[in-house]
């Protein structure tokens, strides 16, 4: 029997690593994507193939792409584009180059790739594209708002393609995962160093007693955390149904917020979520 074929994003660790092993255990054979290297070279000694992804480097997808199409003889099942960073920081103190930076990591690279498979699922007749997205797609929080961003035009961009697609067996899927046990947080820091001047900021003081605190400091598990594993269990779904949702929820907050968001005025949400 042939196996199916999955190209993972975003699979040095998280999600994506997790994503990658339940997969191959179930028997596909998955291309766990890495952005750098020496995390390739490092998933090739588990067993993996894995070629470079780097979401910012046009040349880099497609160079990964086009190994995983010389290894498949031109075939692919389904593409799980994984792996976003944050900005943490204050839209006003976001400068713009930060929100292009953003966007070209949890955004335009994602429609590259996913542009670039959409010929080959359309050919074989076939095909899943699934995208990890966020509650924060959904709605926004104080201090995320590079990320908001980049989210909720994911989500705006995956909602159409779906629409487009209906008239192929082409199946778009998005999954919303709330806090889920990754390195996100701390993977957010070398961005918020890089890009927000919070001493010299109106919010400076917010910053020390607020953000600064969550940033660095852990204080175990977020309320209502779930391990990486409880998204697999949606990516699952979603590959293997033959009528997948077109929206997974993961976590309590995400089932939480997705209500409110449909039920509270929005005077109220913004008092809610500005206290989260």
Not at 2 to 29: F, N, P
Request: hydrophobic share 40%; glycine share 6%; with cysteine.
């Amino acid at each position: 029997m042939v196996k199916k074929t999955i190209l993972i994003t975003g699979s040095s660790s998280g999600i994506g690593l997790a994503a990658a092993m339940d997969l191959r255990e179930r028997g596909w054979r998955v291309f766990a994507s890495c952005k750098q290297q020496a995390d390739c070279d490092r998933l090739r000694t588990m067993g993996f193939e894995s070629p470079r992804i780097d979401y910012t480097d046009t040349t880099s997808i497609h160079q990964g792409l086009n190994e995983v199409l010389d290894a498949t003889d031109g075939m692919l099942d389904a593409l799980f584009n994984n792996g976003a960073h944050a900005i943490p920081g204050a839209v006003e103190d976001l400068p713009t180059d930060a929100l292009r930076s953003i966007f070209e990591a949890n955004f335009f690279g994602w429609h590259e790739l996913t542009r670039s498979v959409i010929p080959i699922m359309r050919a074989q007749g076939h095909g899943r594209i699934v995208q990890c997205s966020s509650v924060l797609g959904l709605v926004t929080m104080p201090w995320r708002g590079a990320y908001n961003a980049s989210k909720f035009a994911l989500e705006g961009l995956t909602d159409t393609l779906r629409i487009e697609m209906r008239d192929t067996n082409i199946k778009i899927v998005l999954i919303e995962p709330g806090p889920i046990t990754t390195k996100f947080r701390e993977n957010s820091i070398p961005h918020f160093e890089r890009w927000i001047n919070w001493k010299d900021a109106a919010r400076a003081t917010q910053y020390e007693t607020k953000l600064l605190k969550r940033l660095y400091t852990s204080d175990g598990p977020d309320p209502f955390e779930l391990p990486a594993d409880a998204v697999v269990k949606k990516l699952i779904h979603a590959l293997d149904s033959s009528r997948p949702r077109p929206r997974y929820f993961v976590t309590t907050p995400t089932y939480m917020m997705a209500a409110l968001r449909r039920l509270l005025p929005t005077r109220i949400l913004d008092w809610v979520l500005s206290r989260v």
